[in-house]
């Protein structure tokens, strides 16, 4: 690990329109954490209804597709998530419906 390091001993939770989100600094290689989440969200049995945003010590984004890896799919129809977020594919009852039943079998 190269560059200056942050010494950061807090994180955050925000209530967002969305749901909760916790934002957590974490002392490790942006990618490498990438692939973590990747990894986690692809096997966990919850990891299809959580999103782990990794950003580096610039703010900027690590994407799934930065590593190789595609896009995720969505819970309703399995299609782009992030084409059915952008057009409002789904009302918010269908995904909630579809996240229940996820946390149902979990
Ligand atoms: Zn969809």
Partial sequence: MSGKKLKREFSICVEEE?????????????TELKSICINWENNLQF????????FDNNHNRISREDLGNTGRTCIVCGDDYLTCRRIGKHSFKEIRSCFDEISREI
């Fill in 18 to 30: 969305d749901g909760w989100e916790w934002h957590v600094p974490v002392n490790l290689d942006a």
């Fill in 47 to 54: 990891g299809r209804i959580i999103d782990l945003d990794v």
